[in-house]
């Protein structure tokens, strides 16, 4: 799956302190990135650009909006695919032996290894990892680092360091390959987190836009009506207050509005 928007903002979304990283929540992703694009049609009209840059919203930030859509509706459908994905046996099982190897070699390096200080140091930022990239990684270094220090497992009888290092870098070509599959290098809870960021940031600018909207067309009922979210209108059964609108999510996983990110 081809992601233009979201490789363009990842440096941005990846900035965006973890405190203020929130799952969307509130109303269907799919209603929510539908009004997200109707918003950007509606701020791509030179007229209106120039009433909400008038009264003070920065030029910039409507530039990227479209990108900011985009964005999330890439991640959403990438966090859809990860969550949706079933592993193959053979994947699940070399995870499972992947983890054990890895606490097995550790373990061995520690105590083999003990008299050495850099690769003790090594140790520390090798172990432990988090999901598979990282297990992956792991396997790598474990196995250099023993690779490297063959003799220093001499005495060891208890454990094979050459075995294990073989066997860390062929569960490694099965990891890579189940990985490789489906065309991204991270998992499931990367995927996550990456959309999470997306719909931080884009509920940031939408709360933004509709504001100034609504403050640049004050006066003008028809014009402010497009500057709240249609959803939240119908859901206001007779309160007449304009609506500040959460972003939304899945309608099995609704939680608050996300908070806005600095980014």
């Known amino acids: 799956m081809e992601t ?20 969307p929540g509130g109303m269907p992703i799919s ?29 910039a930030n409507l530039d990227i909006f479209p990108t900011a859509v985009g ?18 046996p053979e994947y699940n099982d070399a995870i499972a032996e992947s983890e054990k190897l890895r606490d097995a070699m550790t373990d061995a390096c520690r105590w083999n290894l003990r008299d050495n200080q850099r690769a003790q140091a090594a140790l520390d930022v090798i172990y432990p990892g988090k999901g598979v990239p990282d ?7 474990l196995a250099g680092l023993i690779e490297n220090n063959l003799d220093k497992f001499d005495a060891d009888q208890s454990f094979d360091a050459q075995a294990a290092a073989t ?13 490789a599959s489906h065309h991204h290098a991270f998992d499931k809870e990367d995927a996550k987190e990456q959309r999470d960021r997306a719909f931080t940031y884009l509920d940031k600018l939408v709360d933004e836009i509709r504001r100034a ?8 009922e ?20 304009p609506a500040i609108e959460p972003a939304g999510e899945d309608v099995t996983d609704p939680t608050p509005n996300p908070a806005p990110a600095d980014a």
């Open 4 to 23: 233009p928007n979201l490789d363009q903002l990842r440096p941005t979304l990846e900035a965006i302190p973890a405190a203020q990283v929130k799952m």
């Open 222 to 241: 028809a014009m402010t009506t497009r500057f709240v979210s249609g959803y939240w209108r119908r859901q206001r059964i007779g309160d007449d207050e």
């Open 31 to 59: 209603t929510y990135t539908t009004e997200a694009e109707t918003l950007s049609r509606l701020i791509g009209q030179t007229d209106v650009r120039s009433e909400l840059e008038h009264v003070g919203v920065p030029a």
């Open 167 to 179: 066997r860390a870098r062929a569960l490694r070509e099965i990891l890579l390959g189940e990985a």
């Open 213 to 220: 909207g609504r403050y640049a067309y004050r006066g003008d």
């Open 135 to 141: 297990l992956n990684q792991d396997l790598h270094d």
């Open 71 to 88: 964005a999330a509706v890439e991640a959403q459908s990438l966090w859809v695919q990860f969550r949706d994905r079933k592993n193959s």
